[in-house]
């Protein structure tokens, strides 16, 4: 009980720092993308209500706001799952059969890159280099690095994931 009240109590915090960010930038011009940055700090995405509140404050119309938003591939209008798998598609890798794992990852999670699972368990994201090429092809799931990766090895390590 006392973690669920923590959590709670982090939640609320957030959401202070995001109203108090809000009341800050009211009627400032530029003011659009740290407001943005702050809806999703405290959310993990920039939700709905956020992009009203927003266009309410420094009275830019809701519908600019949304072509902000998914102009900048930095900010998510939905929620990333609980693992984040990173698959990198620099040189080395792709050069080395990144696309044979991301289709791999594709096929056992049903999912295509930028979506979560249906259950909320994993967000497959394709970045531009991780830094490891000479582990190349390489994925990351949260902060752990795998490499030297082949299609067989991707079902074993997502089912690590499957029960966290």
Do not use: W
């Not at 800050?24 to 992009?51: N, T």
């Amino acid at each position: 009980m006392a973690e669920v009240d923590n959590i709670v109590s982090k939640t609320i915090e957030e959401l202070e720092t995001f109203k108090i960010d809000l009341l800050k930038k009211e009627d400032k011009k530029g003011s659009l993308i740290p407001l943005l940055q702050s809806a999703q700090d405290s959310y993990g995405y920039i939700p709905e209500s956020s992009i009203h509140y927003i266009s309410e404050i420094i009275g830019i119309p809701a519908a600019e706001i949304y072509g902000v938003i998914t102009f900048y591939s930095q900010f998510r209008l939905k929620p990333l799952g609980e693992n984040i798998i990173k698959i990198c598609q620099g040189t080395a890798c792709h050069v080395n059969g990144a696309k044979n794992i991301l289709k791999t990852i594709q096929n056992e999670l049903g999912i295509s890159v930028d979506e979560t699972t249906e259950d909320g368990k994993f967000s497959l994201v394709s970045v531009a280099c991780i830094g490891c090429c000479s582990l190349a092809p390489v994925m990351m799931i949260n902060d752990e690095t795998y490499g030297r990766l082949t299609p067989k090895k991707i079902p074993s390590i997502l089912k690590l994931y499957m029960t966290i």
